[in-house]
């Protein structure tokens, strides 16, 4: 009842097109989620995202939950997750994205979700790491661990916003270090974020990972781009 009467008089509008939410529907209403482009890469072994990675790092998995279409529904989710503060819609992907994952047995096997991190002068700018609450909610979901403290960033990097493609494929300033221990030998990693364009972050990334002993690395993100 509670939440009726603030619906009522306080409404909340639809992550992706704005409207507002009906009283049983959360952060995305439900003509939005029936025409967000789905990959069902969780189904596709050798799917686009894996390729993408041919050739640059060994990947147990990769895979998005949506494709990203420039002024298309899932740009204007990210942006507000990004640079509006609405961190909500990192939580819903990752509700959403885990009833696909609990289906995919090597996710299943994991022992670690870590996300792509933020240099500490970028977080204090925005004030959060906005894959944070999409690592979560997975983690929660598929009840295996999110550390945030694996993976690090050293070196801080200016906004990619406006850079275009070819910029973006050399992470120039980016920096990633793993921090551990022998209790992480051999652990299966998942490392999270939310757009992949060229992979060239995430392949840093991964490399830093793969100074583990023993390690495997899969690859999650909300979205990847394309044409």
């Avoid at 990004?82 to 090597?106: F, H, P, R, V």
Wanted: proline share 3%; aromatic share 10%.
């Amino acid at each position: 009842m509670l939440n009726h009467i603030l619906n009522l008089f306080f409404p909340k509008s639809c992550a992706g097109c704005s409207s507002f939410l009906l009283a049983d529907e959360l952060v995305i209403c439900t003509q939005c989620r029936f025409d967000i482009p789905l990959t069902n890469h969780h189904k596709i072994e050798e799917n686009e995202v894996m390729k993408k990675f041919y050739g640059r790092v060994p990947l147990e998995f990769a895979g998005a939950l949506f494709y990203f279409h420039k002024k298309g529904i899932v740009q204007e989710m990210i942006h507000k997750l990004k640079y509006k503060g609405q961190e909500e819609i990192g939580e819903a992907i990752g509700y959403w994205y885990a009833e696909d994952l609990k289906k995919n047995d090597i996710i299943q096997s994991a022992d670690y979700i870590i996300p792509v991190p933020l240099h500490k002068k970028r977080r204090k700018e925005r004030g959060y790491n906005q894959v944070d609450r999409f690592g979560k909610a997975l983690s929660e979901s598929l009840e295996i661990p999110f550390d945030e403290t694996i993976l690090r960033r050293n070196v801080y990097a200016k906004t990619q916003t406006k850079k275009n493609l070819l910029d973006r494929t050399e992470v120039k300033d980016a920096t990633f270090e793993a921090v551990f221990d022998e209790n992480h030998h051999g652990k299966h990693f998942i490392l999270i974020d939310d757009v992949i364009t060229t992979g060239s972050t995430l392949e840093i990334c991964s490399r830093a990972l793969l100074k583990i002993p023993n390690v495997k690395i899969s690859i999650v993100c909300m979205a990847m781009s394309h044409s």
